[in-house]
């Protein structure tokens, strides 16, 4: 079994500086002094609600794959029902910058952002329960950090309400709980020097989506 200081080493070597890039790129630069145009966050709300629709879906076909494990059935089942209303505060924020209903019946994910989906159902269907939440360490890390950034200055460059931007505060507080849980699947399920290798391996490609992902949105709405 994996240890507490196996997954501190895949969070300061893999995960941290993957956090550290992210907001380096021009997205957060521009985000941090109002100067990201409400065309790139309608684009992250487009592509984000998206994501967080699959996201659902994948968490459904977790609690089948494993149903012969109460553990991970109910875990899967936690997440499903902590996630279940966030395409609708995505929705939200888009909506309070200037899209409309029908923006978001007609979007469809851009390369990078459906590359980064596909990643994320690969890990749930294909991958054993430590790589798949390897994956979850880094999104969840990463969301939590770009929620802070987002709460800051969207409230002080472009004067947004608490409730229309209720996906970055809700997400600033509920992943730290979510990326903790996702260390101790991993620290019960990376059993082997393969698995955990396997661990790492999901995390440094999931960073690299992470990061194509923002880079994707900023291009694609420019």
């Given at each position: ?111 990078e952002c459906l590359a980064h989906t596909s990643k994320t159902i690969h890990g749930m269907l294909l991958g054993a329960a430590s ?92």
């Open positions: 079994m994996a240890t507490q200081a196996f997954v501190d080493s895949v969070i300061k070597e893999i995960v941290q500086p993957g956090v550290d890039e992210l907001m380096e790129l021009p997205y957060f630069t521009e985000l941090r002094v109002g100067k990201l145009s409400l065309k790139r966050m309608q684009g992250w709300a487009l592509q984000h609600y998206l994501h967080n629709v699959a996201l659902l879906k994948g968490f459904a076909l977790c609690m089948v794959k494993n149903s012969h494990d109460p553990d991970l059935f109910k875990y899967f089942l936690y997440q499903l029902n902590e996630e279940q209303y966030h395409p609708d505060l995505a929705k939200k924020f888009g909506l309070a910058i200037g899209l409309q209903e029908e923006d978001f019946v007609n979007a469809t994910p851009i390369f790589e798949n939440r390897a994956s979850a360490l880094v999104n969840e890390t990463m969301v939590c950090r770009y929620s802070e950034e987002h709460i800051k200055a969207l409230k002080k460059h472009y004067r947004l309400e608490d409730k229309a931007i209720q996906f970055f505060t809700v997400h600033a507080v509920a992943d730290q709980e979510h990326t903790q849980m996702a260390a101790e699947v991993i620290t019960r399920h990376a059993i082997t020097e393969r698995q955990q290798e396997l661990v790492r391996e999901a995390a440094r490609h999931m960073v690299r989506f992470k990061l194509a992902k923002f880079a994707g949105i900023y291009n694609a709405y420019a």
